[in-house]
């Protein structure tokens, strides 16, 4: 059985930065394809970065050059540092599988950019 725990979020200013961190358990995490994705109130779930097992990056459009998606296999941890903070990238903050498994969704962690 995997798990995720989500952390690292907060407040911030827009043009502000936050490092999410995602802590994988169970099975083997470093075979995995991993993603972070965000759900904004209203919205549906979306992937706006992912990295490959061979450490393979690419990003939604919104968050291209902005965000930076990393992994620690030694950790199991999977990293997500966020430059130029916009208001735009309000929302709650989920790492998985890609694709999800979806009995493995974490509690999130909530990202607020505003002044």
């Known amino acids: 059985q995997v798990q995720f725990v989500e952390s690292g979020g907060g407040l911030v200013q827009p043009g502000g930065s936050l490092r999410l961190s995602c802590v994988a358990s169970?099975?083997?995490?470093?075979?995995?394809?991993m993603g972070w994705y965000r759900q904004a109130p209203g919205k549906q779930r979306d992937l706006v970065a992912r990295?490959?097992?061979?450490?393979?990056?690419n990003y939604a459009d919104s968050v291209k050059g902005r965000f930076t998606i990393s992994r620690d296999v030694s950790k199991n941890t999977v990293f997500l540092q966020m430059n130029s903070l916009k208001a735009e990238d309000t929302a709650v903050y989920y790492c998985?599988?890609?694709?999800?498994?979806?009995?493995?969704w974490g509690q999130g962690t909530l990202v607020t950019v505003s002044s």
């Open positions: 998985n599988k890609v694709p999800a498994i979806i009995d493995a």
């Open positions: 169970g099975r083997i995490f470093h075979w995995y394809d």
């Open positions: 990295i490959t097992s061979g450490g393979s990056t």
